[in-house]
């Protein structure tokens, strides 16, 4: 990088050189010319070099967890004594803001007008901030910073008191961030369904309505493709009719419950019985459509075993648990 401004100072200055050896035989209007690209010269080229040399290599960053650990008035305060450079963060490259979380807050604490956003980086001057409605994809090997930057973007986004969810697949986010959130106000909420005392959180019960149930159930089982249409379009609806007919029979119906249900049957028959005589309108008809379905009986039992291995994980005693109601 420093190559090419080098070689951009030089071919610029090249045309003033060519014309200041013209100049004892140049009109007035060479003089103005010559002039013009002086100033340019140095508006443009001269305040990018300085800007480069005024740079230093960032220090090593804190970890992740020492971060979390800092108040945002610390962190902010440790984030100054940093930075002897005004501007300095503003021109970090995308290595700099990967490997040096500390740095990353200082450009978020330096643009701070992009409080509706979450801070995503800087092009050519400019930052870049992706908004609620927006989405960005942080893409790394590991080591690179991956975690240490949605740290950082987290305790950023905590600092504006809103509400956020964090999808910690490891899970290792909510051990680092968990006290400093707290710290600052927060009831931070923790589902884990693979682990015994987690919050629980029973999605059905957000369900009021028909529409609802259908959206959540084409969201459980999406469709492959063309040539399979008729075997999940038959599926959403056998899992559909078997949430309304529950919810029918008692107030609180949980996933668990409806593989219980589900697995209660000997045979297709029974269950398309049992359907057609529900409580719930919706559960009736389509169990009366699906009896069309079920006369291609290799079909049918297709769709069941696929079901009942879907739902398999439903069985285990710490997920029951946790999908069971919600706290």
């Not at 884990?192 to 019960?205: C, H, I, K, Q």
């Not at 019985?273 to 389509?286: C, F």
Request: charged share 25%; hydrophobic share 45%; with cysteine.
């Amino acid at each position: 990088m420093n190559f090419i401004r080098v070689l951009w100072v030089i071919l610029a200055l090249f045309p003033t050189l060519v014309a200041a050896a013209e100049l004892p035989k140049a009109r007035d209007g060479s003089l103005v010319w010559i002039l013009l690209v002086v100033v340019a010269l140095a508006y443009f080229g001269l305040p990018m070099l300085a800007r480069n040399a005024r740079n230093k290599p960032l220090q090593k960053a804190l970890s992740e967890t020492e971060l979390a650990k800092m108040t945002p008035s610390e962190r902010r305060t440790y984030i100054a004594e940093r930075e002897n450079t005004k501007g300095a963060a503003a021109v970090m490259s995308k290595q700099d803001m990967l490997s040096d979380p500390i740095s990353t807050m200082g450009v978020i604490e330096k643009l701070n007008h992009h409080n509706n956003g979450v801070f995503a980086g800087v092009l050519r001057g400019s930052s870049l901030s992706a908004s609620v409605e927006d989405r960005a994809c942080i893409i790394g090997p590991p080591g690179t910073g991956k975690t240490a930057f949605l740290v950082n973007q987290l305790l950023a986004w905590a600092e504006t008191k809103r509400s956020f969810i964090c999808l910690d697949i490891k899970p290792e986010i909510y051990g680092i961030t968990r006290h400093s959130l707290e710290s600052i106000g927060y009831k931070v909420i923790a589902f884990n369904p693979t682990e015994s005392g987690t919050w629980r959180y029973n999605p059905l019960d957000d369900l009021d309505s028909i529409e609802s149930i259908g959206e959540l159930v084409s969201n459980m089982i999406a469709n492959s493709g063309e040539e399979n249409a008729v075997f999940f379009e038959s599926a959403r609806d056998l899992l559909d009719a078997m949430i309304n007919h529950l919810k029918a029979e008692k107030p609180s119906v949980s996933l668990p419950d409806v593989r219980d249900f589900l697995t209660a049957f000997d045979s297709p028959d029974e269950l398309l019985d049992a359907l057609r005589a529900s409580k719930d309108a919706q559960a009736r008809e389509i169990a009366a459509e699906l009896r069309m379905v079920a006369k291609n009986e290799r079909l049918f039992g297709s769709i069941l075993a696929s079901m009942r291995a879907g739902m398999k994980f439903l069985r285990y005693p710490a997920i029951k648990a946790a999908l069971s109601e919600s706290d």
